[in-house]
């Protein structure tokens, strides 16, 4: 399909934005008309330029309120290396896989409760895979600035999160086109019930945003086809209004601060290589970084894949997340 001008507009915004609100409001933004809005809408998805849709959620507001990137070193480049990135995303803690450039191979964005579980799980991938892992690097996050390109809200645990809600949101999460009234039926819930419950979550930003899935084929329009890991060293005194800044930027999808090493670690995604470095040029030295920045290493990302839409039970069958009296237990709780 060849998209027009107008499709990619608004494919651009959705992509960015995401698509949890109304038609007539991204009309609005877009100055566009929402019968122009929906129709490019199911046409892209009629014809495959969308191939489905996936919710964002912000899982600190499930307990799993550490994150963490580690890096892995393949001791041999062998097809065993194939393999133990397909294994990788079977652990429910890592919530995206990443083949890249430089030192390392992987790279894998891990969630957990706490930092002993982090440090855990890392113990247990080098036990696992001994063959395999030549060594690894943590870098654990104590900030996050910006995910799934927008500004998170909340990191703190929603108490109030119960069994009932788990399976509300594990049943969307597992099939984002299911309507509300299937999944009360599915449940055995009043419709009225599961509906409420589905606007508490955004409400209290357990869910963030839902995306369009694109098609690779129109990652180069949308300036999507390359992606990196930036690992930036800054000056300490002015590390939080360069991250303020970075945030603020589309080409920054995600943005942490680390807790050594680097202090600030950035996902960027340009159109090609050329650009990336204009990109880095611009902004890093030139511009917002400019006597602030002492070094950076970039990661190129070759692939990249994220768990499977339907490994929510796995959080709870794994006690990665956990009830105690059919209410969620969060890291930070005294219960």
């Not at 998170?152 to 109030?160: A, I, R, Y």
């Not at 005194?237 to 995600?254: F, I, N, Q, R, Y």
């Not at 970039?298 to 339907?310: A, C, D, F």
């Amino acid at each position: 399909m060849v998209l027009s001008n107008i499709d990619i507009k608004i494919l651009d915004f959705v992509c960015l934005k995401g698509t949890q609100m109304s038609e007539k409001e991204i009309a609005k933004y877009l100055r566009l008309k929402p019968t122009t809005v929906s129709y490019s809408l199911k046409k892209m998805l009629r014809d495959k330029s969308i191939l489905g849709y996936r919710y964002r959620v912000n899982y600190a507001r499930l307990g799993l309120v550490t994150t963490a990137w580690v890096l892995l070193k393949i001791r041999s480049a062998n097809t065993g290396s194939f393999h133990l990135f397909e294994k990788m995303l079977e652990f429910p803690q890592v919530h995206v896989a990443s083949f890249i450039t430089g030192e390392f191979d992987i790279a894998l964005k891990v969630l957990e409760r706490d930092v002993s579980c982090i440090d855990t799980f890392v113990r247990k991938l080098s036990k696992t895979f001994p063959e395999l892992i030549d060594s690894t690097k943590v870098f654990l996050v104590t900030k996050n600035y910006k995910t799934h390109n927008i500004l998170p809200k909340s990191d703190s645990c929603l108490f109030s999160f119960d069994k009932t809600d788990f399976k509300i949101l594990s049943s969307r999460m597992d099939s984002p086109e299911k309507e509300l009234g299937q999944i009360a039926s599915e449940l055995n819930l009043h419709r009225n019930t599961v509906s409420k419950r589905w606007k508490s979550f955004w409400k209290e930003n357990v869910l963030m945003k839902k995306t369009p899935v694109i098609n690779p084929l129109y990652y180069p329009k949308l300036k999507l086809s390359m992606k990196a890991i930036v690992l930036i060293d800054a000056l300490p005194e002015t590390c939080d209004v360069l991250a303020k800044k970075l945030s603020e930027l589309d080409e920054v999808h995600e943005l942490n601060r680390l807790l050594d090493g680097f202090s600030l670690m950035a996902i960027i995604r340009t159109g090609d290589i050329p650009s990336f470095l204009d990109f880095l040029r611009w902004v890093l030295f030139e511009n917002l970084g400019n006597g602030k920045i002492k070094k950076t290493v970039s990661l190129i990302i070759l692939k990249s894949k994220p768990h499977k839409q339907n490994y929510f039970p796995q959080l709870l069958d794994k006690k990665i997340i956990r009830f105690r009296k059919e209410k969620l237990v969060c890291a930070c709780s005294k219960n």
